[in-house]
């Protein structure tokens, strides 16, 4: 059974920046698009970022786009989301989440798509 352990979290200025890693375990990331998801308090989970299996495609809501990096190290079975420019809208805890995915080019940053969530980091932005 996958699971997946966020960290990286933690309290910013506007403007600074945090890097959050998504380790996993108990099976390799190789075969699974990973997403980044974040939850603002009386707010719906939302996608931020996706990328896929292969080839390393990737997608951005259009709120984080040119701040945020999604990346990952299969050798490592972590993911990364580098986050640049922060801004008090960007407060949320934040989930890694991976998806099986048979289709290489495969993302989404669709909630129901995925099957797997680690339990959260929280990220606050605030001066």
């Known amino acids: 059974q996958l699971q997946l352990v966020e960290s990286g979290g933690g309290l910013v200025q506007p403007g600074g920046s945090l890097r959050l890693s998504c380790a996993a375990s108990?099976?390799?990331?190789?075969?699974?698009?990973m997403g980044w998801f974040r939850q603002a308090p009386g707010e719906e989970r939302e996608g931020v970022s996706s990328i896929s299996r292969s080839y390393d495609i990737t997608n951005y809501a259009d709120s984080v786009k040119g701040r945020f990096t999604i990346s990952r190290d299969n050798a490592k079975n972590t993911v990364y989301l580098q986050m640049n420019s922060l801004k008090p809208e960007d407060t949320g805890i934040y989930y890694c989440?991976?998806?099986?995915?048979?289709?290489?080019?495969?993302?989404?940053?669709?909630?129901?798509?995925?099957?797997?969530w680690g339990q959260g980091t929280q990220v606050t932005v605030s001066s």
């Open positions: 989440a991976a998806t099986y995915a048979r289709a290489r080019e495969y993302t989404s940053l669709t909630r129901i798509n995925y099957d797997f």
């Open positions: 108990g099976e390799t990331l190789e075969h699974y698009t």
